[in-house]
C-alpha cells in the first residue's frame, strides 16, 4: 500500500486562484516570430490585428514583454464557478502499473463544455463585450472549443456563429445541440455561405473539411460582418496566456505539498494547453532556476512537430489569415478522416513552436489504437472517460511510468487530462468493435503539403 499522505485530489481555495495570467513570451530569449501579412509580409502591426481580433486581444498577441497581465475581476469571477481544476493523484493507476512513480493529472474537463477552452473562450467573450461587439464567428474542429465559446458568449450576451468541420458536425450531432442550446449558430464547414466555402467546395468535392478550412470561413464571415470579430481557441499567444492558469494552479498545488515535477506531459494540437500547463514551468527553466523534462504529444496522422517544418505558413487552408512561423505540415494537409482522436491542426503555436526549437521541450507521436488503448485503461481505474485528445498525454504518461517500473526510479509525473470524451462515442464505438486502424501519413505525402507551403524568404 502506498503512503498516501498526498490527498486524491489537490485542491486549492478560491483565494490561491491566480489573480494574473502568466505571459512565457517575457522569459523567453528567442522570441516567438511574429505574424506576418501575408501580402506585404510585414510584421502584423496593432491596427491590421484589431481589424480581425478584439483590440484588447490584439494587444495580448503583440505583448512579448509584460511576464504577468492582471486578469479582469469578471473573468476571475466565472472562473471560480468552475475553477481551480482538480490535481489528482492517480493512485490506483500507479497501483495497476505497479510503478514507484507519481503519476498527477490536471483534470480540465470539469465544466459544461467539457474542456480546458473555457479559460479562454471567456476571456476572449468578455473583452468583445467590453468593446461593445455584437458577436464573434470561430471554427471548430471536435467541437470543444464551439461549446466553451457558446457557453461563454450566452454569458455575456453576444452572439455567436460556429463553423464546425463536417466530419466533427456530422460525427457529433449532440455537441453541434449543446452549442445551439447556449444559442450559437453552427454551420458545417466548408459552406457555401462563404466565398472561400465555396471555392474549396468546388475544387475538393466531398471533402470531409478541416479546420484549416474552417477557420478562413470564420475569418471571412467576422470581416464581412459589421460588429463581428474573429476568435480562436488555440494555437495564438493570447490563447496561450489565458491557458496559463492551469499551469499556475498546477505549480501551486504541487508546491503545496513539496512536489516537483520531473516529467511533465501534454497533448499538443494546437499548442494552447500545453503551453498553459507547461508555462510556469518553462519559465523557470528560461530562467535557469530549475529543470523539467517536457514531452509534447501529438497524432502520428497528424505529426506538425515530430515530422513538420520549423517555417512561415498560413494558418488557415484559404490563406486569409496572418502568416505564423511555426512547425507545420503544410496548411493544404487534410489529416485521414479514419483520425478520430482530435488535434487535426496543421499547424503548432508559435511560442510552443520556438520553444521546442530552442531544446526546452521533446515531441512525441503516438498512434491513435494505442491511445485509445491508454484512455480505457485509465477510465477503467480512474473513473473518468477521457477525451481522444487528452488520451495521447495518458498513453506517454503510462510509458513513461512503466520505464520507471524498469528502472525503479520514483518519479513525478505530471500530464494534462484536457477533457471528457462523452461526445467522442462513435470513436471509442470503433475502437471498442476492433475496427479503429492507425494511418501513418507518407513522406510523400508529407512532402506533397509542404511543397505547397509559401514561397517565402523570411
Ligand atoms: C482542443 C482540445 C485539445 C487540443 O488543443 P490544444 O490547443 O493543443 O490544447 C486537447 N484536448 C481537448 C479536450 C481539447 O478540447
Known amino acids: 500500500m502506498t503512503n498516501r499522505e498526498i490527498p486524491y485530489k489537490i485542491y486549492l481555495s478560491e483565494q490561491e486562484l491566480p489573480k494574473k495570467w502568466y505571459n512565457v513570451r517575457a522569459d523567453m530569449k528567442n522570441k516567438p516570430a511574429p505574424l506576418r501579412n501575408p501580402g506585404t509580409l ?88 467590453r468593446q461593445g461587439l455584437k458577436g464573434v464567428t470561430t471554427e471548430t474542429g471536435a467541437g470543444q472549443w464551439g461549446t466553451a465559446l457558446s457557453m461563454a458568449c450566452s454569458y455575456f450576451g453576444l452572439d455567436c456563429k ?28 466548408p459552406s457555401p455561405t462563404t466565398r472561400v466555402g465555396r471555392e474549396i467546395l468546388e475544387k475538393f468535392p466531398g471533402t470531409t473539411g478541416s479546420l484549416g478550412c474552417a477557420i478562413s470561413e470564420a475569418v471571412e464571415a467576422a470581416v464581412t460582418t459589421e460588429g463581428y470579430r474573429y476568435v480562436l481557441g488555440s494555437v495564438l499567444s493570447q490563447v496561450l496566456l489565458h491557458q496559463s492558469v492551469i ?12 512536489v516537483k ?46 515530422r513538420g517544418k520549423y517555417v512561415y505558413d498560413f494558418c488557415d487552408t484559404g490563406m486569409v489569415c496572418p502568416m505564423a512561423k511555426m512547425y507545420t505540415l503544410g496548411s493544404s494537409f487534410i489529416p485521414t478522416p479514419n483520425h478520430a482522436g482530435g488535434l487535426r491542426y496543421h ?17 512525441r507521436a503516438v498512434e491513435q489504437t494505442e491511445v485509445f488503448k491508454a484512455a480505457e485503461e485509465f477510465c477503467r481505474v480512474e473513473g473518468i472517460l477521457p477525451a481522444p485528445e487528452s488520451s495521447h498525454a495518458i498513453r506517454v504518461a503510462i510509458d513513461e511510468a512503466l520505464k520507471c517500473k524498469e528502472t525503479g526510479e520514483a518519479k513525478n509525473i505530471v500530464f494534462g487530462l484536457t477533457g471528457t470524451g462523452f461526445f467522442d ?30 514561397k517565402v524568404d523570411l
Open 42 to 129: 510585414q510584421p502584423m502591426t496593432l491596427e491590421e490585428l484589431s481589424g480581425v481580433f478584439c483590440r484588447e486581444l490584439a494587444l495580448q498577441e503583440l505583448n512579448d514583454t509584460d511576464p504577468y497581465i492582471d486578469i479582469p475581476e469578471e473573468i476571475q469571477s466565472f472562473y471560480k464557478m468552475y475553477r481551480p481544476s482538480p490535481l489528482v493523484r492517480a493512485y490506483c493507476l500507479e497501483e495497476k502499473l505497479g510503478t514507484p512513480a507519481h503519476i498527477f493529472y490536471k483534470f480540465e474537463g470539469n465544466n459544461t463544455s467539457g474542456s480546458h477552452k473555457l479559460n479562454s473562450a471567456i476571456a476572449q467573450a468578455y473583452y468583445a463585450k
Open 261 to 306: 515535477p520531473d516529467v511533465i506531459i501534454g497533448c499538443a494540437g494546437g499548442g494552447s494547453n500545453l503551453g498553459g500547463l507547461i508555462a510556469p514551468f518553462v519559465g523557470e527553466m528560461l530562467r535557469g532556476e530549475a529543470d523539467y523534462q517536457i514531452i509534447a504529444v501529438e497524432p502520428a496522422s497528424c505529426p506538425s512537430m515530430t
Open 247 to 258: 499551469g499556475l494552479e498546477t505549480k501551486t498545488a504541487l508546491d503545496k505539498y513539496g
Open 347 to 363: 499547424g503548432m503555436s508559435s511560442i510552443v513552436s520556438q520553444l521546442y526549437h530552442d531544446g526546452y521541450l521533446t515531441a
Open 425 to 454: 462515442m462513435t470513436a471509442y464505438e470503433k475502437f471498442n468493435d476492433g475496427l479503429m486502424s492507425d494511418y501513418i501519413p507518407t513522406d510523400a505525402e508529407i512532402e506533397k503539403s509542404l511543397s505547397r507551403l509559401p
Open 162 to 189: 460556429v463553423f464546425m468541420v463536417k466530419v466533427s458536425y456530422e460525427q457529433k450531432p449532440f455537441r453541434r445541440e449543446v452549442m445551439r442550446t447556449f444559442g450559437a449558430s453552427v454551420t458545417p464547414s
